[in-house]
């Protein structure tokens, strides 16, 4: 099969296909790496990933909690003690100790990458029973697929076997659907697990569990293993089952697999490499006006990247435009009111408790209102972050969907024009973290009155200043509220425009490969097909 893989990379230098050229190389790399077999966990945000591979270790060792993580690859290998090593975007590497871990692939403690990580790697005593394999954590749907980055381009086309982790709490959702897809194509050794199972009694995890099977073979055309799993599983049942199915199955029989996924991916690339042949056999006999109209009938005035942009420019404004009044209707008017009574209730409670002068009881009352102020907020924003992150996704379901029927008609025309089908791909715009607020309060007084203390008898006035700093708290309230729906909506309309950007990365790369490969020709007709001939002998079944 090494003989496939060298023409396909003949064949992509002659005819300055680039994008061939790449993948050809990394599955060289993929060809080379035997020595262990990766295993990368995906699934969309809130899934379950980190949960499934700490519950796997039985022990909590890849942070987690409301917010995701960031886009940082995470590998985890066998080693007799515990070590884990960063590498930064540089090439440089150093050593943290595991607990220090979360300062680095969090979005909280290390925001938008800005430490520059590139890939963290984990070694652990607790995987001695699966030496030969790597796991591979990842961040959020889609972010270890399709980036538009050399760094991702590079991984994508190393993964070995895949679990999608599906939340049952929203089983199936398009970008589920995709990325299955993607990886499917990648791999032969896809595996489905269902997520927090005890979230559904048992029926009813059957029931999904069906629904699942049907909906991912009608999709894929493949039927794939489903396991349920929960990390509340106290007997190991779950745990055992995909242990004993897969994992054991894939240390036992590396060589045979990696060979059967090296395959899987050389096949790929052999049928993409063939419609692009196609696509220039068509254009071989023609002279160069014929081959410029059939470049305008393709890439016609609705695929011209201008009009793309304002299109895709509108989608995202109109959901950043709406963003603020959703969260205000939702946060101000769900929690506001329940907001202000539970603030003064706990003001009324607390107060008599504040001894000492004036200075002293705002001091107090300042301390105490940061601090309610910060729980209640938290309680609020793990409440409502669903909430946030479906305004997100829905405007990254739309950029998706705008980017799959640009795909498809893009691939229509020149099954039309030139009468070549494309193989299928994928592309997914990444779901962004979103941060938390800092929590702010006022001083007690706007002037410095609490330091004329001395002058202020606190047995007379305390009831008076007990009026004055209860009166204080709905406007207190609803200005954090406020504020928390500021950096939400922030954090959102950032994330919608770097989703934006993905998209129209994505279609800029994608015309521009398709003028390109409309626009020259690097040989003849007989050239062309017999390079088409020696790609149809390599076909595993007569085409």
């Known amino acids: 099969m090494q003989d496939l893989l060298t023409t396909i990379q003949h064949i992509a230098r002659e005819q300055d296909f680039r994008n061939i050229l790449r993948e050809a190389d990394d599955l060289k790399n993929f060809s080379q790496s035997s020595q262990w077999l990766d295993v990368v966990i995906l699934g969309q945000f809130k899934a379950g990933k980190s949960s499934l591979i700490n519950s796997f270790l039985q022990r909590d060792i890849l942070p987690m909690g409301v917010l995701p993580v960031t886009a940082i690859i995470t590998r985890l290998t066998y080693a007799p003690k515990d070590r884990v090593v960063i590498t930064r975007l540089d090439g440089s590497k150093f050593e943290i100790a595991p607990e220090e871990l979360d300062d680095y692939v969090t979005e909280k403690k290390n925001p938008e990458n800005k430490k520059e990580v590139y890939l963290v790697d984990i070694e652990l005593p607790e995987l001695k029973d699966f030496e030969k394999l790597r796991l591979i954590d990842t961040p959020g749907l889609g972010s270890a697929f399709k980036h538009n980055t050399t760094v991702t381009e590079n991984w994508f086309n190393r993964i070995g076997a895949a679990f999608v982790v599906i939340s049952a709490a929203q089983p199936l959702s398009e970008n589920d659907l995709e990325v299955i897809k993607t990886a499917a194509e990648q791999s032969p050794e896809v595996y489905l697990v269902l997520s927090k199972t005890d979230l559904l009694s048992e029926s009813e995890v059957d029931e999904v569990m069906a629904f699942l099977e049907t909906k991912t073979q009608e999709a894929v055309n493949r039927k794939f293993r489903i396991f349920p799993y929960t990390i509340k599983d106290t007997t190991g049942r779950f745990r055992h089952q995909i242990q004993t199915t897969v ?297």
């Open 247 to 543: 994992l054991d199955h894939l240390s036992s029989h590396l060589a045979e697999t990696q060979q059967s996924i090296y395959n899987h991916k050389l096949e790929h690339l052999r049928r993409l490499t063939k419609s692009y042949l196609e696509i220039r056999l068509n254009l071989a006999s023609k002279a160069e006006n014929e081959r410029l109209a059939l470049k305008n009938k393709i890439l016609d005035e609705q695929m011209k990247l201008n009009f793309i942009r304002k299109e895709l420019r509108y989608i995202a404004q109109s959901y950043q435009e709406n963003t603020r009044n959703e969260l205000e209707k939702r946060l101000l008017g769900q929690h506001l009111d329940v907001l202000e009574k539970w603030l003064v209730k706990e003001f009324q409670e607390q107060y008599d408790q504040w001894k000492g002068n004036l200075n002293k009881v705002s001091r107090k009352y300042e301390q105490w209102l940061k601090d309610h102020m910060a729980k209640a907020l938290d309680r609020i924003e793990k409440e409502e972050h669903p909430f946030a992150n479906a305004l997100l996704s829905d405007a990254q379901n739309h950029l998706n969907n705008y980017i799959t029927h640009f795909r498809e008609r893009l691939n229509h025309r020149i099954n039309e024009v030139l009468h070549v089908q494309l193989p299928e791909e994928d592309f997914q715009v990444t779901v962004e973290p979103l941060e938390k607020p800092d929590i702010i309060t006022s001083w007690a007084f706007e002037s410095h009155i609490d330091m004329l203390w001395f002058l202020i008898p606190m047995r007379f006035f305390r009831n008076t200043f007990r009026n004055v700093f209860a009166r204080r708290l709905p406007d207190e309230a609803e200005k954090n509220l406020r504020r928390l729906i500021s950096i939400l909506t922030q954090n959102i309309n950032a994330a919608i425009k770097k989703s934006h950007d993905e998209a129209l990365h994505y279609i800029t790369e994608k015309l521009e490969s398709i003028e390109h490969l409309l626009a020259e020709q690097h040989s003849g007709e007989t050239e062309i097909r017999a390079y088409i001939e020696q790609l149809t002998a390599f076909a595993p079944e007569k085409e």
